[in-house]
């Protein structure tokens, strides 16, 4: 069973970068699927990006944030990482790590979430 910690969250100006970085415990993190999530105030959580287990070969990202953000791993470290870059305001929200067993229908492992906010 995976726990998952976010962090690297904050007040960034648009234009500006962000790292998150998602800690999970667990001796088989290699075998999840990884992914990021964000909710916006007043909306639903929508996805972000995702990696598929073992090296990461597949990525998948929103169209939203194609081109300015990249998802990564390090399954040694047992981290999950999201780049952001050129940030917007609509950008601002909580994000989330989740993960899933490797070909998994769905996330079922989720953190707590880490606040990004990006001003005009």
């Known amino acids: 069973q995976e726990q998952l910690v976010e962090s690297g969250g904050g007040l960034v100006q648009a234009g500006g970068s962000l790292k998150l970085s998602c800690a999970a415990s667990?001796?088989?993190?290699?075998?999840?699927?990884m992914g990021w999530f964000r909710q916006a105030p007043g909306k639903e959580r929508e996805f972000v990006a995702r990696?598929?287990?073992?090296?990461?070969?597949?990525?998948y990202y929103a169209d939203s944030v194609k081109g300015r953000f990249t998802i990564s791993r390090d399954n040694a470290k047992n981290m999950v990482y999201l780049q952001m870059s050129s940030l917007k305001p609509e950008d601002t929200a909580v994000y989330y790590c989740?993960?899933?067993?490797?070909?998994?229908?769905?996330?079922?492992?989720w953190g707590r979430g880490t606040q990004v906010t990006v001003s005009s």
């Open positions: 667990g001796r088989t993190f290699s075998t999840y699927d």
């Open positions: 989740a993960a899933r067993f490797m070909g998994g229908s769905r996330f079922n492992y």
């Open positions: 990696i598929s287990s073992w090296s990461g070969g597949s990525i």
